[in-house]
């Protein structure tokens, strides 16, 4: 008979301590709600004004708030200054809140390529909407159902025209934070990952559930000798420009993907279950060329890591936040491996190692890049299957950017590589 696990009982320190953690997990909710409150206020951008710090006081006057309301303005921003969105500064007598890495993702007319304004991704995550889907997780858990507890509540899909049916000031909001979390750091990504688009001479652009072609722009642009095709639903595509900078074709990537050199999906995986991705991978074979032309499928998504210390959590974070909202996912190096075996891989060693590798294309290879994009993280895992006399072997190096520097552009690496054999 199995031994019986028995509860320890805490020490008294240790009772103490966790009442105060239970008090911190049961009021994280108001850390984010404060954040709206001072996206709502346009605190950010008026401390930008200020010289990118300013007092309590400063602030009640640049935002033409009732002088009461001086004493509560101090208390919000202590808390935001505690959870990292300003810096604060104590030199003087009353503190100022500065602008950091955080609080500028959130400011107003700022003419940086790099720097996209997450506001809307702020609002859209705090939302009545969102919040209300996440408070049914509990009677979701009891129904054999597998429709996300967003569509069950409110009877739409996020980021579907059923959405902008049920609320169209919503699905516009929503769109942007989308377009905001998929377009960050793009610029970034295409300097230092210029080896591997070398070479490339045709890319075919899977639009995710956003429709935006931002990054097949900006590759064109970073490549000009890249012949690029955007698919898409014709919704989507309906009003982009026919300059001939792209070539825009309507259809369904479970269906069909126009062939290419490369088929690139950024953020797109992600948003559908193992066995979707699965489907949408087939698609992507089909649409490569094999034999000595070769060929690349480039996927750019979010890879969980949990070494990645405080960065795990937001990772995890974004895992429910899907979960809730939509049928989709995020994953660890494990689950995708397990899409990559269904895929037709096995028998993977992963090898640790330091250094940015490029990649080298001959006979028929096919090419997995998971770009992950958030918050200040970006990570690189490119997998790829050389195919010689002898036998087949799947390569995968995956890069971490683990943070950003204060401008979010200083960038830590590491590196680690997979080599699968294919019997």
Known sequence: MAAQGRTVVPSDTELLQAQADLWRHSLYYLTPMALRCAVELSIPTAINHLGGAASPTDLITALSLPSAKLPFLRRLLRLLGAAGIFTVDKSSGEWKYCINPVSYLL???????????????VLTATSSRYIDAAMGLADWFKKDVVTPPFEELHGATLFHESMESLDADYHNMANEALQAHDNFGIPIALQEFRDLFKGIQSVTYCCGASGDDEFARALVKAFPHIKCTVLANPKMISNKPADGVINYVEGDMFDFIPPAQTVLLKL???????????????QCRKAIPSGKDGGKVIIGDIVIDYSAGPMLEAHLLMDIGMMTMTKGRQRDENEWREIFMKAGFSDYKFLKKFGARGVFVRFNLVVHVSLCYLSFSLCLVVSCVCINRCMRELVLIEKTILHASERSLGLAWSCGRVKIKIN
Do not use: M, R
């Open 107 to 121: 400011l107003d007319g700022i003419p940086d390529e790099v720097h996209i304004n997450h506001t809307s991704f």
């Open 268 to 282: 797109v995986l992600h948003h559908w279950p193992d066995e979707d991705c699965v489907k949408i991978l087939a």
